[in-house]
């Protein structure tokens, strides 16, 4: 079976910091795209930040959403079949709940195209 664990989340204080990880079991991350989304309390499901599939030529250069570009870094590890998105600076606007998702050979990470989700975890930045 296929499955995807984040873990990470809590109450973090405006300015702080989180690192969010998740473990992917049953597949290996090498074959997808692989990335971190969100969705705030009555809004839809959006990406926070992406590694393409590079046909196994290595990581590409990460995409990031521009509400988080320069606060947040998303890192893969092959041997451990993980990727952990550290975030910083954090603002009340990044309360979500955050969902890893991976789409097969994927180009890039949008909704409609992920083919398995996280169950997420639940991020709260509030003073």
Same mark, same amino acid.
């Given at each position: ?8 989340? /809590?109450?973090?204080?405006? /300015? ?9 079991? /049953? ?41 988080? =570009?320069?606060?947040?870094?998303? &890192?893969?590890?092959? &041997? =451990?079949? &993980? ?7 954090? $603002?009340? $606007? ?13 180009? &890039? ?19």
């Amino acid at each position: 079976q296929l499955h995807l664990v984040e873990s990470g989340g /809590g109450l973090v204080q405006p /300015g702080g910091s989180l690192r969010l990880s998740c473990a992917a079991s /049953g597949f290996t991350l090498d074959d997808y795209a692989v990335g971190w989304f969100r969705q705030a309390p009555g809004k839809r499901r959006e990406g926070v930040s992406c590694i393409n599939y590079n046909h196994g030529y290595g990581d590409r250069h990460p995409d990031y959403a521009d509400s988080v =570009k320069g606060r947040v870094t998303i &890192t893969k590890d092959n &041997t =451990k079949n &993980t990727v952990s998105l550290q975030m910083d600076t954090l $603002k009340p $606007k990044d309360t979500a709940v955050y969902y890893c998702g991976v789409i097969w050979r994927g180009a &890039t990470c949008v909704v409609p195209s992920v083919d398995y989700w996280g169950r997420g975890t639940k991020v709260t930045v509030s003073s």
